[in-house]
């Protein structure tokens, strides 16, 4: 059932350019493993599991929101080189909470997600490529708090859409050794200064601390 007053984070995300793809079938396949993964490390924070709902579109209903980010990011290092498009939507539910079917639920949490995904696709539209990947929405009285939130993840795409595939191959070994120079070495065989360089060139510093401000923030305001 959904508890009045309560606000949930919504994650509305899809495939970008899905049906281009000649193994469209593998991709969905292994997503839904991904998503199933997901419903399982998360499932103490998660109130309607993560599914696929339409084509390749797929949502989820957050029971709060610490894990938005690591949720997302765990998505799309899984995922690579698939590319992702994500609304986020802070805010109530209107109706009972199905934790099987997202599908089935709805309210302004759910209205604004949707709204960022349409926002994504008209800016992609307009400049002809992609500016961001990810959008937040939360409500008219925190309006300026979205934008400079939206702005830090417009500038951490900038970033994260640069990465050559050795680059991505290196970050996610760091991020799964803890964050550590030399584990992720010994994972990849490599020395630590050849670590160190990828991380510097890649600029993954910056990146991670405008993905650690916003979440900083959205856990704050919570």
């Known amino acids: 059932m959904n508890s009045t007053g309560q606000e949930y984070a ?3 995300g899809d495939i970008v350019n899905s049906r281009a793809m000649d193994n469209r079938g593998e991709v969905q396949k292994r997503f839904r493993t991904v998503l199933s993964d997901i419903n399982t490390k998360y499932k103490a924070y998660i109130s309607a599991e ?3 709902t339409l084509g390749d ?4 209903l957050l029971s709060d929101r610490r894990n938005i980010f690591r949720i997302i990011m765990e998505i799309e290092d899984l995922m690579q080189p698939v590319r992702f498009r994500f609304g986020i939507g802070i805010g109530t539910i209107d109706t009972d ?3 099987g079917d997202s599908s089935e639920i709805d309210g302004p949490a759910y209205h604004r997600a949707r709204s960022m995904i349409e926002q ?3 800016k992609e539209m307009q400049y002809g490529e992609s500016q961001s990947n990810i959008m937040i929405c939360s409500d008219d009285e925190r309006g300026e708090q979205d934008m ?3 702005s830090l993840l417009t500038a951490a795409f900038a970033i994260k859409s640069k990465w050559t595939d050795r680059q991505y191959e290196i970050i996610r070994a760091y991020e799964m050794s803890g964050e550590n120079q030399y584990k992720t070495a010994g994972i990849l065989g490599i020395a630590q200064s050849t670590v160190n360089r990828a991380l510097q060139s890649a600029r993954f510093y910056a990146y991670k601390s405008a993905i650690d401000t916003v979440s900083k923030v959205l856990t704050k305001e919570e």
């Open 50 to 52: 993560f599914k696929i």
């Open 120 to 122: 994504i696709e008209q």
């Open 148 to 150: 400079l939130i939206n």
């Open 57 to 60: 579109e797929f949502q989820g």
């Open 10 to 12: 919504v994650i509305i």
């Open 97 to 99: 909470i199905n934790y």
